[in-house]
């Protein structure tokens, strides 16, 4: 039995306390909010963020952030991206013991275009990280909590600590594969949000099966292209954490990109949507890193850009479609077009 804190009541971090609660372990699970904490420990439920389901009993709850880092030998980032380097700079104060750490959330930041590892590297004390691990893959919460069998992917250079990550989260219907490849694996959960977006505009516009296939094939190409560039192995995209959550967070209902991408397609303004969706959509603000790295590493994403215009220059969304389908002649099998 491991004592491990999640940082993040968020229904990923719940569920993924649920699956650590389940396997055996001594969990506690961090709120920012009081009453919050307070549901969790009282009445078993978080009904904002995962309806309907009772939380296991031996599950604890805190929104004292000190009393969860002392807890953790295992320490689960599930903060939105915006949150990472705040709270980590938060929990470096706290941090009096060694500790593995493990982040779930994805994105990139923008203008330091930092991947969370990246940030996590930068803001905790070296001599307080025994590792860090990524854990990512195509994982609703919502299917998780009902014991809908999932498959991710546990990543460090580290193998060792890869495993330790893997023995710790996986069960008969939670399966962890490793990677080393940390780098493809952050960017692959990253930017799928950003596709995801323009999946969910595609039907917005009602452009159907056809499209939203293309678009996902494009995307993963533009995904590969930049992520190889940066040092990702090109296998990974094809993997768990590339076309598998790709493929899950354009097509699901579940999917926060993919319904805030339909409400832009319907032709509702980004803050519309922001507000009406009540939850962080990871794809917008990665749609700016994404931007920008493309023009760091000189990389052509018209998809991405296309977006980009969409999102924070008022483009209207079939005039971006258009211009994309009016591009000049490619050869599909080269990556560099």
Same mark, same amino acid.
């Given at each position: 039995?491991?004592?491990?804190?999640?940082?993040?009541?968020?229904?990923?971090?719940?569920?993924?306390?649920?699956?650590?609660?389940?396997?055996?372990?001594?969990?506690?699970?961090?709120?920012?909010?009081?009453?919050?904490?307070?549901?969790?420990?009282?009445?078993?439920?978080?009904?904002?963020?995962?309806?309907?389901?009772?939380?296991?009993?031996?599950?604890?709850?805190?929104?004292?952030?000190?009393?969860?880092?002392?807890?953790?030998?295992?320490?689960?980032?599930? !903060?939105?991206?915006? %949150?990472?380097?705040?709270?980590?700079?938060?929990?470096?104060?706290?941090?009096? +013991?060694? /500790? #593995? $750490?493990?982040?779930?959330?994805?994105?990139?930041?923008?203008?330091?275009?930092?991947?969370?590892?990246?940030?996590?590297?930068?803001?905790?004390?070296?001599?307080?990280v025994?590792?860090?691990?990524?854990?990512?893959?195509?994982?609703?919460?919502?299917?998780?909590?009902?014991?809908?069998?999932t498959?991710?992917?546990?990543?460090?250079?580290?193998?060792r600590?890869?495993?330790?990550?893997?023995?710790?989260f996986?069960n008969?219907?939670?399966?962890?594969?490793?990677?080393?490849?940390?780098?493809?694996?952050?960017?692959?959960g990253?930017?799928?949000? !950003?596709?995801?977006? %323009?999946?969910?505009?595609?039907?917005?516009?009602?452009?159907?099966?056809?499209? +939203?296939? /293309? #678009? $996902?094939?494009?995307?993963?190409?533009?995904?590969?292209?930049?992520?190889?560039?940066?040092?990702?192995?090109?296998?990974?995209?094809?993997?768990?954490t590339?076309?598998?959550?790709?493929?899950?967070?354009?097509?699901?209902?579940?999917?926060?990109?993919?319904?805030?991408?339909?409400?832009?397609?319907?032709?509702?303004?980004?803050?519309?949507?922001?507000?009406?969706?009540?939850?962080?959509?990871?794809?917008v603000?990665?749609?700016?890193?994404?931007?920008?790295?493309?023009?760091?590493?000189?990389?052509?994403?018209?998809?991405?850009?296309?977006?980009?215009?969409?999102?924070?220059?008022?483009?209207?969304?079939?005039?971006?479609?258009?211009?994309?389908?009016?591009?000049?002649?490619k050869?599909e099998?080269?990556?560099?077009?």
């Open positions: 039995m491991k004592k491990v804190s999640v940082l993040g009541a968020g229904s990923w971090g719940t569920a993924l306390a649920m699956v650590l609660t389940e396997n055996g372990h001594d969990t506690l699970i961090w709120s920012h909010r009081e009453d919050q904490a307070r549901e969790i420990n009282e009445r078993h439920t978080n009904k904002k963020y995962i309806p309907n389901i009772q939380l296991p009993e031996k599950l604890i709850a805190t929104s004292d952030l000190q009393k969860a880092v002392d807890h953790g030998e295992i320490i689960v980032f599930a !903060v939105p991206t915006k %949150a990472i380097r705040e709270v980590a700079e938060k929990v470096n104060d706290y941090l009096k +013991k060694k /500790a #593995l $750490i493990v982040h779930v959330s994805k994105g990139i930041e923008p203008d330091t275009l930092k991947r969370i590892s990246e940030i996590l590297e930068e803001t905790l004390s070296t001599h307080m025994e590792d860090i691990v990524v854990l990512s893959g195509p994982s609703h919460a919502e299917e998780v909590v009902l014991h809908h069998p498959t991710i992917t546990a990543a460090c250079a580290n193998l600590s890869a495993e330790k990550i893997q023995d710790l996986m008969h219907y939670f399966r962890v594969y490793t990677n080393t490849d940390v780098i493809g694996v952050e960017l692959g990253a930017l799928k949000n !950003v596709i995801a977006l %323009a999946a969910g505009i595609s039907d917005g516009l009602n452009y159907g099966d056809n499209a +939203k296939a /293309a #678009l $996902i094939t494009r995307g993963l190409a533009e995904i590969t292209r930049l992520g190889v560039r940066m040092g990702g192995n090109p296998f990974t995209f094809a993997g768990l590339g076309m598998g959550d790709l493929i899950v967070t354009c097509t699901s209902v579940h999917s926060r990109n993919w319904k805030a991408g339909n409400m832009l397609g319907k032709g509702m303004k980004l803050d519309e949507v922001l507000e009406n969706m009540g939850m962080v959509v990871e794809g603000r990665t749609t700016k890193a994404a931007y920008q790295l493309a023009q760091k590493y000189d990389v052509p994403m018209p998809i991405t850009t296309a977006l980009y215009e969409v999102l924070f220059e008022g483009k209207d969304p079939k005039d971006a479609v258009d211009e994309l389908m009016h591009r000049g002649k050869r099998i080269d990556y560099l077009q």
